[in-house]
Every structure is written in structure tokens, then in C-alpha cells.
């Protein structure tokens, strides 16, 4: 499913143009997945272009891309009864240096996560390592909800990784890590990638570039 998803995001890039709206944007990335072998999907897609960004639930609407916005996509396909949940952002060479910088945070922040995860570590940490990532560059307040969530037959499953948590990381799990920065009225970003907890480690299941440039 994690694979599907990401190949249908990477081949649907190219198709992105401007004077295509989030609508359409959504409907050419899940026609993508349906040619690759999706069987579903596991959530209604999210896209954003703009200032939508900023809304971590957007509902995709008649917005267009003018070709300088970043453009936020959070899908997901189901395969096999499965189901994956990845966030990209999309940038053109004219989008501004300060989404760039705060994009590269965002990552920071995602890396600093996973580097935390381990079977047994409680899931409170793990949101606020990625909490603490952000307050080193100001952005903490800007981080809206919990750092991810368990991820399965279900898009939200146990347990909960944020930083009222009580539950602890476990072999077999699969989460998702997805730390983001929403300033309202202006943009937002949020990188989301799925890992699984193993024996000996942490296998990041999503393997291709988080930011992908038109």
C-alpha cells in the first residue's frame, strides 16, 4: 500500500500544472493509484494549494495552483485490506526560501522522531522529541496536533504518539510519523511517513523523497 501510494504521488508530479485545481490535483493522483492496483483508499485525499496548507484537514476544493504555491497531498490506498498514510509537499523553483527553510525543520523534526523509536520507548516521547525539534527554530506553537498515529486495517489505529499518551511503542507496530507547521492565513507543512517498529529496530516503509519539486 505504502508503495502504491508513493508511486502514484511521483508519476502524477509531472501532470501537475498550473491552472489545475486542488480537485482535480486529488483526482489525477487516485486515478494514478487505481492504474498502479490501489483497491481503495484510505481516506478522502487531501490536497492543498496555498494558504490551504494551513489547514491540516483540508477538504479539497476549486483553488487552483498558479505554478509558485506549495501544494500539500495526504493519501493513501488500500491493498490487500491495508492501508498507507503518507503526507508529500510539492514546490516549484518559486516558492519563497522561508517555506524552504521551514520544510527542512519539518524534516528535522521527522528524522529526530524516528531516531527515537524503538520497541518499549513510551509514545510521549516521541512527540516531544519532534516538539522539541520545532521549539529550536520557533515553530513549536505552530504544531497543531500529535507527532503520528498506528496505522493498519484502519488509517487510525493504537496507539497514539503525542504527548498525552500513555501507551508504549511495540514489535509489529506500524505508525505514522508526521510533524507540521501551520501558519494561519499563510501556509503549512507537514511531512508524513510510515514506519514499522521491529526486534531490532525501525524500518521507515516510506522510502521516496518527502518534498518532490514540479
Known amino acids: 500500500a505504502v508503495e502504491i501510494s508513493e508511486q502514484a504521488l511521483e508519476l502524477a ?13 486529488a ?3 487516485e486515478s494514478t493509484a487505481r492504474r498502479l492496483g490501489a483497491e481503495g483508499f484510505a481516506f478522502s485525499t487531501i490536497v492543498a494549494v496555498g ?11 476549486t483553488r487552483k495552483f498558479s505554478g509558485s504555491e506549495p501544494i500539500l497531498i495526504d493519501f493513501g490506498v488500500r491493498v490487500s485490506g491495508y492501508v498507507a498514510d503518507i ?9 519563497d526560501n522561508n517555506y ?10 521527522s528524522r529526530t522522531a524516528i531516531s527515537a523509536m524503538k520497541a518499549g520507548v513510551n509514545c510521549s516521547k ?8 520545532l521549539k529550536k527554530h520557533g515553530l513549536h506553537k505552530y504544531f497543531l496536533h500529535g507527532v503520528g ?22 514489535v509489529g507496530d506500524v505508525v505514522t510519523v508526521e510533524p507540521g507547521v501551520y501558519i494561519h492565513g499563510r501556509y503549512g507543512a507537514r511531512l508524513e511517513v510510515d514506519v514499522y517498529i521491529g526486534e531490532a529496530g525501525v524500518n521507515v516503509l516510506s522510502t521516496k523523497p518527502t518534498v518532490i519539486r514540479l
Open 149 to 170: 498515529h498506528g496505522l493498519g486495517i484502519d488509517v487510525h489505529e493504537p496507539p497514539r504518539l503525542a504527548r498525552n499518551s500513555k501507551e508504549t511503542l511495540m
Open 100 to 109: 524552504e527553510n521551514i520544510l527542512e525543520v519539518v524534516k528535522s523534526a
Open 27 to 29: 483526482s489525477l493522483v
Open 13 to 25: 508530479a509531472p501532470e501537475i500544472k498550473p491552472g489545475l485545481s486542488e480537485l482535480e490535483i
Open 126 to 133: 516521541i512527540d516531544d522529541v519532534a516538539r522539541e525539534e
Open 51 to 61: 494558504e490551504n496548507t494551513a489547514k491540516p484537514h483540508h477538504i479539497p476544493t
Open 87 to 95: 503526507t508529500k509537499v510539492f514546490i516549484s523553483s518559486r516558492v
